[in-house]
């Protein structure tokens, strides 16, 4: 394990995909868009896939807003000194399900008049945006086209807010099971005959499914299938391609946590999910830790000045200024104390989540709204 942020420099220089994952709220996106920054300034054509309901992203980087096919973001605005190389290039994209979903269906329709009739189907709309991962099965999908043909040099994905963070790593794997599943495939059969003709314990799971929900939902459902039909195979073939691509050595995770002792303990269980899928953890940063205060100074020299002044002070008249001043190294030193505590604790935790660099981020004084924060960010992930 190592602490150099020059690692993570490397990292976005030889990764073709780096997936940020984490719990809630710890600055996946933040971080997202800092090693895209990063790697763009260092000469890669590099995009973000953003998924961030508050559009904050799109605000940082100066897009009105964000759309689901990626856009350059103007040279000026991420390299106003134009120190990056000339092949640097940034975009971005925010995810919409929706908007993926119905591309897809478009895409890989075989007459557009099958893509017409799953986009009309009223199971269809009510799922595109809604089911339960969704989300993350088509950040899957957005990952692949990219990586199709998107043409980047570095594809760095944001993943979804979810509870269960490591959700997305799962997606492609459940399609396939959903594909290749008993019921799924009946439904897919053209006639009403075979669903007839459909084991005794089908019949009884959809009519009691048509109990519950109504026979049209059925029907609405039926008809979705079968409108999928002649598809199925290229999500097949594509969660395929994601599963391999995401175990592809030029794939890089990337776990974000915060030094709280409950986003700890989530980021060692999302490593473990992580080694479950044969998969490691590249780089841990630890975002929004005690700023390095004190300089290169140890607790114990800020300790001995205090006291060294508190003995001046003793000898002065007006001593009210040096007592106030050794105070504040007192201070000082409690703080170098804790921040260098809090590292060693951190560090330890990287160690047992199998990182092989763990970084810190500092918390800023102010949120990160723009390409300086972004920076400032940056400067401390990649140096
Ligand atoms: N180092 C930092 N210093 C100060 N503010 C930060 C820092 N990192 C992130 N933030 C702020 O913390 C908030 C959460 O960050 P961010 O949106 O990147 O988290 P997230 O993991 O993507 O959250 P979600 O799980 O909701 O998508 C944002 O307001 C961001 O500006
Ligand atoms: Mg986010």
Redesign the pocket.
């Known amino acids: 394990m190592s602490a150099s942020n020059a690692n993570v420099g490397e990292l976005i220089d030889r990764s073709h995909v780096v997936v940020c994952c ?11 868009a800092v090693l895209a920054l990063a790697a763009a300034r260092r000469g890669r054509n590099a995009v973000v896939v953003t ?4 559009k ?1 992203l799109a605000d940082t980087l100066g897009l009105e807003e964000l759309g689901d096919t990626a856009r350059e973001i103007d040279r000026d605005r991420w390299d106003p000194s134009d120190t990056a190389p000339a092949e640097g290039r940034l975009s971005a994209l925010m995810l919409d399900t929706r908007a993926t979903f119905d591309g897809l269906v478009h895409k890989h329709a075989e007459s557009p008049e099958q893509a017409e009739r799953i986009l009309a189907n009223r199971f269809y709309r009510n799922i595109a945006g809604a089911l339960s991962g969704t989300q993350e099965y088509m950040a899957m999908e957005k990952l692949h086209e990219l990586h199709d043909e998107g043409g980047f040099d570095l594809i760095v994905v ?1 993943t ?2 979810t509870r269960h963070a490591l959700d997305f790593l799962d997606a492609p794997a459940r399609l396939t099971r959903l594909l290749d599943n008993r019921i799924f495939r009946l439904l897919m059969m053209p006639t009403r005959r075979s669903l007839r003709l459909a084991s005794l314990a089908v019949q009884t799971f959809l009519r009691t499914v048509a109990k519950v929900i109504g026979s049209e939902v059925i029907d609405d459902i039926v008809a979705f299938f079968r409108a999928f039909e002649g598809m199925e195979h290229g999500f097949r073939e594509r969660a395929a391609n994601v599963t391999a691509l995401l175990a592809a050595p030029t794939t890089a995770f990337v776990l ?1 946590t915060s030094p709280r002792r409950d986003a700890v303990g989530e980021a060692e269980f999302f490593a473990e999910r992580l080694r479950e899928s044969d998969l490691s953890v590249d780089v841990l940063i630890v ?2 830790v005690h700023p390095d205060f004190g300089g290169q100074r140890t607790p114990l020299e800020l300790r001995v000045r205090a006291v060294e002044i508190t003995e001046v002070a003793n000898r002065c008249d007006d001593s009210e200024a040096a007592v106030r001043l050794a105070l504040r190294y007192e201070n000082l030193a409690d703080y170098v104390s804790l921040g260098q505590h809090e590292r060693d604790e951190l560090a330890r935790a990287g160690d047992r989540i199998g990182a092989g660099v763990v970084t810190f ?9 723009d390409i300086a ?1 972004l920076d400032a ?1 940056g400067r401390h992930l990649v140096g």
């Open positions: 984490g719990t809630g709220g710890v600055g996946k996106t933040t971080a997202s998924i961030d309901p508050a904050r944001d979804p807010p974000v975002n929004r981020v500092p918390s800023l004084a102010h949120d990160v709204f924060a960010v």
